[in-house]
Nanobody, 123 residues
Framework: QVHLVESGGGLVQAGESLRLSCTAS????????MGWFRQSPGKEREFVAA????????YYADSAKGRFTISRDNGKNTVYLQMNSLKPEDTAVYYC????????????????WGQGTQVTVSS
């Protein structure tokens, strides 16, 4: 069992930055690929970024490329999402997901989820 806790959300203005964190408790964090997803009101949860469990290869949605960076610190059981040049359309609840020995780029690839953290970007 893996328990995920996100933090770092908040209210920012367009153009500003935020860094989200997701800390995992439970064994074998290194065996889990980690992903960030987001969900806006009335919309389905969508993929944002992911990092693999074995090579730390990274993957991004087109909307995140060039602005967001995902990274992980296995010593701290934590995955980060650095978000720069934020836009109002980035407003959503951001969730991290963990996939055992996979890189979660779809909801079905995540075995565990955090509770989410709200990001609001004002124009």
């Amino acid at each position: 069992q893996v328990h995920l806790v996100e933090s770092g959300g908040g209210l920012v203005q367009a153009g500003e930055s935020l860094r989200l964190s997701c800390t995992a408790s439970g064994p074998a964090f290194r065996s889990y690929g980690m992903g960030w997803f987001r969900q806006s009101p009335g919309k389905e949860r969508e993929f944002v970024a992911a990092i693999s469990w074995i090579s730390s290869s990274t993957y991004y949605a087109d909307s995140a490329k060039g602005r967001f960076t995902i990274s992980r610190d296995n010593g701290k059981n934590t995955v980060y999402l650095q978000m720069n040049s934020l836009k109002p359309e980035d407003t959503a609840v951001y969730y991290c997901g963990a996939g055992y020995r996979t890189t979660p780029r779809t909801e079905s690839q995540s075995d565990y989820w955090g509770q989410g953290t709200q990001v609001t970007v004002s124009s």
